[in-house]
């Protein structure tokens, strides 16, 4: 069955960097665009970026975010550079399939505080 694992959260100091990974199995990879999304504490899902047709940032993260993959290991990176405190929040990868998003992994902790 599909599978997205997220790991490399953590917490991390105010302009620090983090590299999230998101293991994808049970599904063709190359095959698929990905998604990164979060959720901040007590606020709605917030899209971040993709890699789809081409590379696609949200304006908060732009500059400071990039995303990869990598198929031989059917893993998407998450490259977090300059991190801030409002980068709070539980990271997620999404397989995009005909523009939805139908399969999620279980999330990640990023915490950014001093």
């Known amino acids: 069955q599909v599978q997205l694992v997220e790991s490399g959260g953590g917490l991390v100091q105010p302009g620090g960097s983090l590299r999230l990974s998101c293991a994808a199995s049970?599904?063709?990879?190359?095959?698929?665009?990905m998604s990164w999304v979060r959720q901040a504490p007590g606020k709605g899902l917030e899209w971040v970026l993709e890699?789809?047709?081409?590379?696609y940032y949200a304006d908060s993260v732009k500059g400071r975010f990039t995303i990869s993959r990598d198929s031989a290991k059917n893993t998407v990176y998450l490259q977090m550079n300059s991190l801030k405190p409002e980068d709070t929040a539980v990271y997620y990868c999404?397989?995009?399939?005909?523009?939805?998003?139908?399969?999620w992994g279980q999330g990640t902790q990023v915490t950014v505080s001093s």
């Open positions: 049970g599904f063709t990879f190359s095959s698929y665009y």
């Open positions: 999404a397989r995009i399939n005909g523009g939805l998003y139908d399969y």
């Open positions: 890699l789809s047709s081409g590379t």
